[in-house]
């Protein structure tokens, strides 16, 4: 992975920038130590590392214009950062850049109730979002399975989905306003607690935007209320093909699940030996179907699917009667990294999104392709949206496993394209796919995109080297070659 | 405007505006012209015509998706959607009446537009359902965004950008949406001769409360008087609506909770077509349509009855409150230029926008038709503009005034 060549005249201002640093945040504020800076070096993309040149941790937004905009002036690249636990590398730090780390913006400013909104700063948790609200039966709903640790900031960057977005949708969704710093120092306020931009959706532009676009510095989420019953069926089939049909026909009938989970039969013994769910152990892929709202609707429901996974030729059929068993088929499920991680030394998880009923098509090109590499795979799945998580298991210490891992990746990813579906459905693209991008988008295509990034960052300082596999200045990008004349007049049906 | 192409082709539809780009001639789009009064009126008098890249080119029930040519009628759409017992969420308006319009709207305008109706406050707007974009940017480049698949974040979603941008930045050809399932069931729960500020209440506590309502309005009795639902039309009262939507066991049971929610206050109850008809009508904004001015405002949902006293001091005539208090609709006689600030003024004091949706075109051009923006917001939306569109080709001045 080629990351933009450090540029030497910045490496030389080193010591001058931090000193300048040092007068706009506090001394303390600007890490320069070389050991120090170390903890820095990834994010949860763990086979790319690099120390940054120095990380400045503001605590407020003058200083995070001030810090911006002192780059810009001096051609410095930043790096914003959360909680650092991108699956894609989009807070992989760069050698000459500067780490800008948004974690002291820990604090939940308001909670709105009357507005069903909360005011809150992007260093907070996703999950201390939920907690700060849930005894008034409140919560946000965008859960990724980092939720723990992920940041509403990195959240917003990457517009993070979870098992819950079937439903209630991706932070997209659930976002009513944000506060953005632009590299030049500009502080905008995008909505507030209204509905809808008006003017250009710039929230809707910021959100999945991979940090390429400003430096976020407060977010107001909508909250929803707590449904007052869940409850979750498990249901084992005997094939891939007969769990995928289920799925459809589920949808078909009209219901849509708050959660729906496929995991193929090497995801589910891993999970059963990891944490034992109860998981049916002779099942090739398994479903985990949530339903949520008042009793009466999620009986009513839970009969439903029950009546449709029989039709498909269910192997077994077991429903939650308590909370704890609900989380318990569950836990398996969201410890399902983990469990396959103890398996291999080293696990690669990739993130493509496809049509859901090329499923059983793209299942089994992905077992010749493991025959291929030597590598074995298993597979958890969004099933309800078509978000598929294949790992993809190797050892680093085996010499060019790694790098067969990754076009293994690569392989399912480009597969997942050419089935119609996209490379990544929740995890980013960050470095880690950059280079893919073009199996997916054109040359203007992806310049179109690079234009949008000139309108906020026309020097291209902001998180350089990710999402974009080549990079364009912002001049070349905005020329346009013009045939005055040339073309007097179109070929088109006139009125 | 009297000339102008017909577009067969996404091919044609670069090709055209790589001619007005050569000919620095702008381009007023336009799929059948039923939003043709919303907005400023565009400075482009050379029509590029959309409404022939029609018909549904992908519909999968079971993937809940669709793809369709911009120029596809809503109702069509709507149709095909109703064979599956599928509909759009977002429950666009069609808004003929209320822009005394007389064409068929298209799925490209309701984008275009990002129309939403009661159900967005909880199923989201256009926006939220759009999935993907083919278009022509004001370069002449046929470009792409977003895929056919809900959970996307490859590359920036360009779609939120196209959704609500009157065709401004894109000459959209193809859209791809999301499509959901229709509620088995729907019933209204209305509560009787309520203050604005105590309707408000009501609906706020509808709104937190666990019982997914999907449409919480407000009909003051001269709006009320108007409706085709005799339950609300011949009360002589104010009307607080609420409904719900889903399974039927289910909305038996929300029902009953909401009833003993609102326990001391007179409540009627409206079955499937009577529901029908009272949404429709107040998402088409049926009980002002009298009103020569009418203004949408989009506002902290618990602001809604004090910014509505306010504007009653501006010469607010009618009201209706949609969104629980979040979206209000203002009719007035007339607008001067003063009052329209003032009604900026009041909105700005919580937070939020003003449009002005009816007005005729005079007005329109001295009255802001969207809400100022701060300086430095205007700057940033400019330079979104130009990188898609540097000439302002695509339908320039319809949304703000060309300087310089």
């Known amino acids: 992975m080629q990351m933009p060549e450090p540029d030497k005249k910045v490496l030389a201002q080193r010591g001058s920038l931090v000193a300048a640093l040092r007068n706009v945040v506090p001394p303390d504020s600007v890490i320069a130590d070389e050991q120090a800076l170390k903890a820095f070096e990834c994010d949860g993309l763990t086979a790319y590392r690099q120390p940054p040149m120095i990380a400045v941790l503001p605590e407020t937004v003058d200083q995070v214009a001030e810090v911006l905009k002192l780059c810009q002036d001096r051609g410095v690249k930043v790096v914003p950062r959360g909680a650092g636990t991108s699956l894609s590398g989009g807070a992989l730090p760069l050698a000459d850049g500067v780490l800008l780390t948004m974690t002291k913006f820990n604090r939940i400013l308001e909670v709105d109730f009357d507005n069903r909104c909360a005011v809150v700063q992007p260093g907070v948790t996703n999950l201390a979002i939920t907690n700060a609200v849930q005894d008034e039966g409140f919560y946000y709903a965008p859960d990724p399975s980092s939720q723990i640790a992920c940041t509403i900031g990195g959240n917003v960057a990457e517009n993070s989905g979870g098992v819950h977005c079937l439903k209630y949708g991706l932070t ?324 | 405007m009297t000339e102008g192409f017909q577009a067969e082709t996404p091919e044609q539809v670069a090709e055209a505006v790589r001619w007005a780009v050569s000919s620095d001639t702008p381009l007023a789009l336009r799929g059948n012209g039923s939003k043709s009064a919303l907005g400023r009126a565009t400075d482009a008098h050379t029509v590029l015509d959309l409404s022939r890249l029609a018909g549904i080119s992908l519909y999968e029930p079971e993937e809940l998706v669709m793809t369709a040519g911009v120029g596809t009628r809503l109702a069509d759409i709507e149709a095909a959607l109703k064979e599956n017992n ?183 109850e409206l079955h499937s077509r009577n529901t029908r008809t009272l949404w429709r009508e107040i998402g088409e904004v049926a009980p002002l349509m009298d009103a020569p001015v009418i203004w949408r405002l989009s506002v902290p949902p618990a602001e809604g009855a004090a910014v509505a006293a306010a504007l009653s001091a501006q010469g607010a005539e009618a009201l209706l409150f949609d969104w629980a208090g979040g979206l209000i609709w203002l009719g007035m006689a007339s607008l001067a230029a003063d009052q329209a600030a003032a009604v900026r003024a009041d909105v700005d004091r919580v937070g939020g926008h003003a449009t002005l949706i009816r007005a005729d075109e005079a007005l329109r051009a001295v009255v802001p038709v969207f809400h100022p923006q701060p300086a430095a917001l205007a700057a940033l939306s400019r330079r979104v503009k130009d990188s898609f569109d540097p000439h302002h080709i695509l339908n320039r001045g319809r949304m703000v005034p060309e300087t310089g």
């Open chain 1, 172 to 495: 997209t969704n659930n976002i009513l306003g944000l506060q953005v710093v632009l590299m030049d120092g500009t502080v905008l306020r995008l909505g507030g607690k209204h509905l809808d931009s008006e003017g250009y959706d710039l929230i809707g532009l910021m959100t999945g935007s991979e940090g390429l676009l400003g430096v976020v510095t407060e977010v107001t989420v909508r909250l929803l209320r707590a449904p007052e019953t869940a409850r979750a069926l498990l249901i084992g089939f005997p094939s891939n093909e007969a769990g995928g049909d289920c799925v459809a026909k589920i949808i078909a009938a009209g219901i849509i699940p708050a959660g729906l989970e496929m995991m193929d039969r090497f995801a589910i013994q891993a999970a059963e030996e990891f944490c034992q769910p109860g998981y049916p152990m002779d099942a090739e892929s398994l479903l985990i179907v949530e339903l949520d709202g008042p009793d009466a609707e999620v009986e009513y429901l839970v009969s439903q699917v029950r009546g449709i996974a029989d039709a498909c030729g269910a192997l077994s059929i077991r429903v939650s009667e308590s909370e704890d068993e609900r989380l318990n088929f569950w836990a398996g499920r969201k410890n399902a990294f983990p469990a396959i991680g103890r398996l291999s030394p080293d696990y690669y998880c990739m993130d493509g999104t496809i049509p859901r009923h090329k499923l059983p098509l793209v299942l089994t090109r992905m077992a010749e392709m493991s025959r291929h590499y030597g590598l074995r795979v298993a597979n958890v799945f969004h099933a309800g949206d078509g978000n598929l998580h294949p790992l993809i298991l190797y050892d680093a210490n085996n010499p060019g496993e790694l790098e067969k891992a990754e076009d293994f990746g690569s392989d399912i990813l480009k597969l997942c394209v050419e089935v119609g579906g996209v490379l990544t459905g929740e995890h980013g693209v960050g470095v880690e796919k950059r280079d893919l991008m073009g199996a997916m988008f054109s040359e203007e295509d992806l310049n179109q995109q690079q234009r949008v990034k000139c309108a906020f960052d026309p020097d291209g300082y902001l998180n350089p080297g990710k999402v974009f596999p080549v990079l364009h200045r912002c001049a070349e990008l905005g020329r346009m070659h013009i045939n005055r004349g040339q073309m007097p007049f179109p070929d088109l049906p006139r009125f």
């Open chain 2, 86 to 268: 599928q509909q759009l969420a977002f429950e666009p308006p069609f808004w003929t009446s209320l822009l005394g319009a007389n064409e068929e709207p298209t799925i490209g305008g309701v984008m275009a537009c990002n129309l939403a109706g009661p159900r967005r406050y909880k199923a989201g707007a256009a926006r939220d359902h759009l999935l993907g974009v083919q278009g022509v940017t004001g370069r002449g480049d046929a470009i792409k965004t977003g895929g056919r698949v809900v959970k996307n974040v490859t590359g920036y979603d360009l779609c939120k950008l196209a959704a609500g941008s009157y065709g401004t930045l894109l000459a959209m050809t193809e859209v791809t949406f999301k499509v959901l399932p229709a509620a088995e069931k729907a019933r209204t729960f209305l509560l009787m001769g309520l203050s604005p500020a105590d309707a408000v209440k009501a609906l706020g506590d509808a709104a937190r409360s666990p019982h997914e309502v999907s449409g919480l309005a407000y009909l003051p009795d001269r709006a009320a008087a108007r409706s085709a639902v005799e339950y609300v039309s011949a009360t002589g009262q104010s009307v607080t609506a609420v409904r719900v939507e889903g399974p039927g066991p289910s909305v038996e049971y929300r029902c009953g909770a909401l009833r003993d929610m609102f326990a001391d206050i007179q409540v009627e």
